[in-house]
């Protein structure tokens, strides 16, 4: 079985040496409608790093990994991923909005697992991870499939290549996600609340699988999670967010044991 640190993923960027800057939101505003869900928001992820997101529902958590992943545009504000502007291009010394080009370039420094798993139903497990590598990344069917056996038995699904997502539990569907994602060869990997659709007695073997991941290899993770053993064990850094705001932020051990904001003390209050 490969280790999670045997995990193929282009190194050819010097940017990505640890510790220097990989995500940058600098003064980013979403409104829905007259609803502020981020107000002016400036933080940065280094690469390497693990940061996890946590605060109430509506806080505006997932509307920052939504935003990454270009589901979302900001109304003010920039952001920048590995050196590169995501929704703008810099033309004659000015930025102006990015074309689709562009953007589809720079998202596939970003990968994500959702809530739901979103699996294509009508393939088999191996070729839901090889499908975007192929069509997207423009990798040989043989690389793909390579890889793709890798990371599905990284993810303790290597009997289950040939089924269908119906046949997998949800835990499994959300391995296979995983797996997916990492087959990209993301610079960054976000986390959306994975185990929340999950029965009980299935979101610890996910963690297990991504406390591996994180623990072995230097992905960079972004993190929304209200399994606060989860985020103290992998997490460099915590911030606490509310109405569109970071409160507090700090390591996780000072963040779960001596949290100096009282919201964060209150949140934490009931999630613990």
Same mark, same amino acid.
């Given at each position: ?25 600098? %003064? ?35 509307? $920052? ?13 920039? $952001? ?29 420094? $970003? ?12 393939? %088999? ?52 996600? @995983? ?38 290899? *230097? ?16 997490? *460099? ?8 705001? @970071? ?26």
């Amino acid at each position: 079985m490969p280790s999670p640190a045997d995990i193929p993923r282009d190194s050819n960027s010097a940017s990505r040496a640890n510790g220097a800057e990989l995500v940058r939101f600098d %003064k980013v505003t979403k409104r829905f409608g007259d609803v502020t869900v981020l107000d002016q928001l400036d933080f940065s992820v280094d690469t390497g790093k693990h940061v996890t997101l946590i605060g109430p529902s509506g806080s505006g958590k997932t509307t $920052i990994l939504r935003l990454l992943m270009t589901l979302l545009t900001p109304d003010e504000g920039t $952001i920048k991923v590995d050196g590169d502007y995501l929704n703008h291009e810099e033309r004659n010394g000015t930025l102006a909005k990015a074309g689709e080009k562009h953007v589809r370039e720079v998202r596939k420094k $970003i990968g994500m697992v959702f809530q739901q798993f979103n699996l294509f139903p009508n393939m %088999k497990v191996l070729r839901n991870v090889t499908e975007a590598p192929v069509h997207v990344l423009g990798m040989s069917k043989d690389e793909a499939d390579q890889r793709a056996r890798e990371l599905i038995e990284l993810v303790g699904l290597s009997e289950q290549l040939d089924k269908y997502p119906s046949q997998l539990s949800g835990g499994q569907q959300q391995r296979v996600a @995983i797996a997916r994602a990492l087959a990209m060869r993301p610079q960054v990997l976000l986390l959306d609340e994975v185990t929340s659709a999950l029965d009980p007695e299935l979101v610890a073997g996910v963690l297990d699988v991504l406390r591996d991941i994180a623990h072995t290899t *230097d992905i960079t993770m972004l993190v929304v999670t209200h399994e606060m053993s989860f985020a103290r064990d992998i997490s *460099d850094a915590v911030l606490m967010f509310d109405k569109g705001k @970071i409160v507090e932020s700090g390591p996780p051990d000072k963040m779960f044991s001596e949290p100096e904001h009282e919201r964060t003390r209150e949140f934490l209050s009931t999630v613990l």
